[in-house]
């Protein structure tokens, strides 16, 4: 059985190459912590390189890397980029999500 995708949208794809040809790196490394009241909340930054444990994805032309421990929460999920008037951030279309806090800055999984 194949494990599901992390999947990037353009705008995202974008993005994080222009945060690769400022600070460097082999790709976007996608993970979650313990936080807020619903008690996960993502955490997106720029992988220096492949880690043990890591899933590496394929995705708008860039590497995608999800460690073990956030792969079941993140499984299926697109990350989108977005820039709304003054907001500009990472969204997550996450099929595994069940609940979110009020604010959106933490959510559950099933």
């Known amino acids: 059985m194949q494990e599901k995708r992390v999947e990037l949208t353009p705008s995202a794809a974008a993005r994080v190459r222009?945060?690769?040809?400022?600070?460097?790196?082999i790709g976007l490394r996608l993970s979650v912590h313990r936080t807020g009241c619903s008690?996960?909340?993502?955490?997106?930054?720029?992988?220096?390189?492949?880690?043990?444990?890591?899933?590496?994805?394929?995705?708008?032309?860039?590497?995608?890397l999800v460690d073990d421990r956030a792969?079941?929460?993140?499984?299926?999920?697109?990350?989108?980029?977005?820039?709304?008037?003054l907001v500009r951030e990472?969204?997550?279309?996450?099929?595994?999500?069940?609940?979110?806090?009020g604010c959106g800055e933490s959510f559950t999984v099933g």
């Open 18 to 25: 222009e945060f690769m040809a400022r600070d460097g790196g």
């Open 71 to 85: 792969l079941p929460m993140v499984a299926g999920t697109t990350v989108d980029f977005v820039h709304e008037g």
């Open 39 to 64: 008690g996960w909340a993502y955490d997106v930054g720029i992988a220096e390189a492949v880690e043990e444990g890591d899933h590496v994805f394929e995705a708008g032309g860039l590497k995608v």
């Open 90 to 101: 990472f969204r997550f279309r996450n099929p595994n999500v069940t609940g979110e806090c």
